[in-house]
């Protein structure tokens, strides 16, 4: 029987009839923890503003604003947190850390709502929500080209902030702007500008923390180990981050974008696939290009005939310099993708940013500022690494693979250049030199129900294991902002080191270990935890 389903039954029989889908929460723990909050020097108005039983009206339109994957948006299937805090100022998450503890529950921390498993707004045991969204200041110093951004911020609020103070800064992160910054960097978050400058956490100078006890630390006051842990290891194993100090990075005035599209009934585009291959890891750092490889259906041309099932190969890319010179690199190292002088974009890196995010030529940078984002999709994905070209006949039988399965596709996004510089040490993400690229596995569906979500879910998981002999092996790899609880889930048990080992040397190879030694030192009683956090050396903390 497992330590969180004992605590389960505890607190059932405690409080007389918990239910994690009942409308209000019991009363004895959320005035237990606002009595608590009120002892840490956090008012009685401020305590009314900031916390949410399920009885409040708000509690399920904050709870839902940040859900970004309908897999876990039914409010029927899905556990809620007993209670939700939404601080507005940093010293109000000190006192949210100490009562959590106190009132023996889990806390899940919300940035943005991007974890593609949900797990920073659900769980399998009692928990508070902490949603950091009113935490997203922003503060640009062009003169040493730095920036403290506070983690409830989206990636489009900060390009926003950094292109209204200068048009020649920009920042290496990812291209989804609604993303949140507290998750997205401290998981070593990338972007299309990861070749020439490396991951977010290669450009992080500094951080605020709350650790266990409640106190705000910076990189001084919470040292090396866990400032190097933070970078790339996974915040919420370690504390609350607040805010991050990013080192801004210089881009040029014209940058070029283009978008193509080849499909396999070209006899050159699986020759194209393989020579990306063996370029876009090498070629010029100031070219990112990505590739997506779709299946599509194809509509007849002849009347009555039946449409038929294709794959469409998308060089999605962004080009540091002007189309002239880039131009001149594709002709040379890349021959095989046909480009045209027609289909390169000269634009502001701050277009570029618009442009990625799919929105048309027209809109304004303000439209970064929507922390919306796109409608609700149900979704899954997976990672893995590539060391070694796919043989070309490797390709078409991938390509098959796709086209039989009928939904689930494959992003190809190239390492090397500034990648492949940085030790596997420096920050806790390892996957640097010898990649080739990455690949995320992709699979999106709108069909309500557990039938589609069995189906798709099975595709992508078929699809996964069809890549076996291509991909890197020992660890089999994985990124941990890809969450994946297909490989791995800690149940924070007496066997939470060995479980914990699993899905920690895919996501950190043989960094792993000192993660767990920090983790052990500043955490010992395992408090921040989720489903698969850094485990510690020592004995978890007992569940009740």
Same mark, same amino acid.
């Given at each position: 029987?497992?330590?969180?389903?004992?605590?389960?039954?505890?607190?059932?029989?405690?409080?007389?009839?918990?239910?994690?889908?009942?409308?209000?929460?019991?009363?004895?723990?959320?005035?237990?923890?606002?009595?608590?909050?009120?002892?840490?020097?956090?008012?009685?108005?401020?305590?009314?503003?900031?916390?949410?039983?399920?009885?409040?009206?708000?509690?399920?339109?904050?709870?839902?604003?940040?859900?970004?994957?309908?897999?876990?948006?039914?409010?029927?299937?899905?556990?809620?947190?007993?209670?939700?805090?939404?601080?507005?100022?940093?010293?109000?998450?000190?006192?949210?850390?100490?009562?959590?503890?106190?009132?023996?529950?889990?806390?899940?921390?919300?940035?943005?709502?991007?974890?593609?498993?949900?797990?920073?707004?659900?769980?399998?045991?009692?928990?508070?929500?902490?949603?950091?969204?009113?935490?997203?200041?922003?503060?640009?110093?062009?003169?040493?080209?730095?920036?403290?951004?506070?983690?409830?911020?989206?990636?489009?609020?900060?390009?926003?902030?950094?292109?209204?103070?200068?048009?020649?800064?920009?920042?290496?992160?990812?291209?989804?702007?609604?993303?949140?910054?507290?998750?997205?960097?401290?998981?070593?978050?990338?972007?299309?500008?990861?070749?020439?400058?490396?991951?977010?956490?290669?450009?992080?100078?500094?951080?605020?923390?709350?650790?266990?006890?409640?106190?705000?630390?910076?990189?001084?006051?919470?040292?090396?180990?866990?400032?190097?842990?933070?970078?790339?290891?996974?915040?919420?194993?370690?504390?609350?981050?607040?805010?991050?100090?990013?080192?801004?990075?210089?881009?040029?005035?014209?940058?070029?974008?283009?978008?193509?599209?080849?499909?396999?009934?070209?006899?050159?585009?699986?020759?194209?696939?393989?020579?990306?291959?063996?370029?876009?890891?090498?070629?010029?750092?100031?070219?990112?290009?990505?590739?997506?490889?779709?299946? *599509?259906?194809?509509?007849? #041309? !002849?009347?009555?005939?039946?449409?038929?099932?294709?794959? =469409?190969?998308?060089? /999605? @890319?962004?080009?540091?310099?002007?189309?002239?010179?880039?131009?001149?690199?594709?002709?040379?190292?890349?021959?095989?993708?046909?480009?045209?002088?027609?289909?390169?974009?000269?634009?502001?890196?701050?277009?570029?940013?618009?442009?990625?995010?799919?929105?048309?030529?027209?809109?304004?940078?303000?439209?970064?500022?929507?922390?919306?984002?796109?409608?609700?999709?149900?979704?899954?994905?997976?990672?893995?690494?590539?060391?070694?070209?796919?043989?070309?006949?490797?390709?078409?039988?991938?390509?098959?693979? *796709?086209?039989?399965?009928? #939904? !689930?596709?494959?992003?190809?996004?190239?390492?090397?250049? =500034?990648?492949?510089? /940085? @030790?596997?040490?420096?920050?806790?993400?390892?996957?640097?030199?010898?990649?080739?690229?990455?690949?995320?596995?992709?699979?999106?569906?709108?069909?309500?129900?557990?039938?589609?979500?069995?189906?798709?879910?099975?595709?992508?998981?078929?699809?996964?294991?069809?890549?076996?002999?291509?991909?890197?092996?020992?660890?089999?790899?994985?990124?941990?902002?890809?969450?994946?609880?297909?490989?791995?889930?800690?149940?924070?048990?007496?066997?939470?080191?060995?479980?914990?080992?699993?899905?920690?040397?895919?996501?950190?190879?043989?960094?792993?270990?000192?993660?767990?030694?920090?983790?052990?030192?500043?955490?010992?009683?395992?408090?921040?935890?989720?489903?698969?956090?850094?485990?510690?050396?020592?004995?978890?903390?007992?569940?009740?």
């Amino acid at each position: 029987m497992s330590p969180s389903f004992l605590f389960f039954l505890f607190f059932l029989l405690k409080f007389n009839s918990l239910s994690f889908h009942a409308s209000s929460p019991p009363p004895s723990v959320y005035d237990t923890f606002v009595n608590c909050l009120t002892k840490n020097s956090i008012p009685q108005s401020e305590i009314s503003k900031i916390v949410y039983s399920p009885n409040d009206p708000s509690f399920n339109s904050i709870l839902q604003a940040y859900i970004r994957n309908g897999r876990f948006f039914n409010s029927s299937t899905t556990s809620k947190p007993v209670i939700i805090v939404t601080p507005t100022v940093e010293s109000q998450v000190s006192g949210v850390v100490i009562c959590t503890e106190q009132t023996n529950l889990q806390l899940k921390i919300r940035s943005g709502g991007h974890d593609y498993e949900g797990i920073s707004y659900i769980s399998d045991v009692p928990f508070i929500m902490l949603d950091m969204f009113n935490l997203r200041s922003i503060s640009i110093d062009t003169n040493d080209k730095t920036a403290w951004v506070q983690t409830g911020a989206i990636l489009g609020e900060l390009y926003y902030n950094i292109w209204k103070k200068s048009e020649v800064l920009g920042f290496p992160a990812g291209v989804c702007p609604t993303v949140g910054v507290g998750g997205h960097v401290s998981g070593g978050g990338y972007g299309n500008m990861l070749r020439k400058f490396g991951l977010t956490v290669d450009n992080v100078l500094d951080a605020r923390l709350v650790d266990v006890s409640g106190r705000i630390l910076d990189r001084k006051s919470m040292g090396e180990d866990l400032f190097w842990a933070i970078k790339g290891g996974g915040g919420a194993s370690f504390g609350v981050i607040l805010a991050f100090k990013i080192q801004l990075v210089t881009v040029p005035q014209t940058v070029t974008y283009f978008r193509v599209e080849r499909f396999i009934e070209d006899n050159t585009t699986t020759d194209a696939v393989v020579q990306w291959q063996n370029v876009a890891s090498k070629i010029d750092n100031d070219l990112y290009m990505r590739l997506l490889i779709q299946p *599509i259906t194809v509509k007849a #041309k !002849a009347k009555g005939a039946k449409s038929t099932k294709s794959i =469409r190969a998308t060089f /999605i @890319a962004l080009f540091l310099g002007d189309s002239n010179r880039l131009m001149s690199i594709i002709s040379k190292e890349f021959p095989l993708l046909g480009l045209t002088k027609q289909d390169c974009l000269e634009m502001s890196w701050i277009d570029s940013v618009l442009q990625w995010a799919n929105f048309d030529n027209t809109t304004k940078p303000e439209a970064l500022l929507n922390r919306k984002g796109d409608p609700l999709n149900y979704l899954k994905r997976k990672s893995d690494y590539v060391q070694t070209p796919i043989p070309k006949n490797g390709l078409e039988s991938i390509f098959e693979k *796709i086209i039989s399965l009928g #939904k !689930a596709g494959m992003v190809f996004n190239p390492y090397g250049g =500034r990648m492949g510089e /940085i @030790a596997e040490g420096e920050t806790p993400f390892p996957h640097r030199s010898g990649i080739l690229f990455k690949i995320q596995y992709s699979v999106n569906w709108h069909e309500e129900g557990l039938t589609a979500e069995k189906d798709y879910l099975s595709q992508i998981r078929d699809l996964y294991s069809f890549m076996t002999p291509y991909v890197s092996k020992n660890p089999r790899q994985a990124y941990l902002n890809y969450r994946d609880l297909d490989i791995g889930i800690n149940d924070q048990g007496p066997q939470s080191l060995e479980k914990g080992r699993v899905y920690g040397t895919k996501y950190f190879k043989n960094n792993f270990d000192r993660l767990v030694k920090v983790k052990s030192m500043v955490d010992p009683q395992n408090f921040f935890r989720n489903e698969q956090s850094i485990p510690t050396l020592r004995k978890q903390r007992k569940m009740f």
